[in-house]
């Protein structure tokens, strides 16, 4: 069946270095793929998604690579903000999901200024 | 558009009693999600609707959860009777599209003692 893995949390890093959170999925056909990120005390929201291969997904300075080779997403962006912490989650729906899209288990990331 | 709207924000009860948790979907979605999260377990999907119709209500746990859409406006997730095990935050979501974005509403952080 379709699955998610992603980086386990937490992630601590300072203001202004780089982020890589790894994400890599198992799907039957050809998924669509997403960035979902929750701050605190707030509902999951979609930072951005991609829907098919080579396709980049960006937004707020992150962005993402839907590789189909290696059935990675990876988030990753340049130089992280304090306002960036949050828990950050990876998705992804095809036909065989139905109507559902599976989330991975997040990834939390704290920034220290 | 005011986005998904979930009543109440915080619930606190004592165990045995009923709740009752509501949701307004954005108008025009024709998909209303039902999801638990814990520390433990994590983002859990309960149940969806499509079109006010239940479709899949694998991920609820047991007799004691029960799910309504009487209408496209509105949905409800009833617990009766609720348990300490059941507190958690509950999110309600949208989407126009099954496979595509959901949007979430800001949740119901249940309380039970």
């Not at chain 2, 969806?48 to 239940?54: G, H, I, Q, R, S």
């Amino acid at each position: 069946g379709n699955s998610v893995t992603q980086m386990e949390g937490p992630v601590t890093l300072s203001e202004e270095a780089f982020l890589t959170i790894n994400c890599t999925y198992t799907a039957t056909g050809y998924p669509s793929l997403f960035w979902y990120v929750q701050y605190p005390g707030e509902g999951l929201q979609l930072l951005l998604k991609a829907t098919k291969a080579d396709d980049k997904g960006s937004n707020k300075g992150f962005e993402a690579t839907y590789r189909k080779e290696t059935t990675s997403f990876h988030l990753e962006k340049g130089s992280v903000q304090v306002s960036d912490s949050a828990v950050y989650f990876c998705a992804l729906s095809d036909w065989s999901s139905a109507s559902k899209i599976i989330f991975g288990s997040g990834t939390r990331l704290s920034i220290r200024p | 558009d005011a986005g998904v709207i979930q009543s109440p924000r915080h619930e606190v009860t004592e165990m045995g009693q009923e709740v009752t948790l509501r949701c307004k979907p954005i108008s025009g979605h024709d998909y209303l999600f039902w999801y638990r999260q814990t520390m433990m377990r994590g983002l859990e999907l309960l149940i969806y609707f499509n079109n006010n119709v239940p479709i899949d209500d694998s991920g609820m746990p047991e007799d004691r959860f029960s799910a309504k859409m009487p209408n496209a406006s509105f949905s409800t997730l009833k617990i009766q009777p609720s348990e300490p095990r059941d507190s958690a935050v509950y999110f309600c979501a949208s989407s126009p599209q099954g496979r595509d974005e959901q949007f979430f509403g800001p949740g119901t952080r249940l309380t039970v003692l």
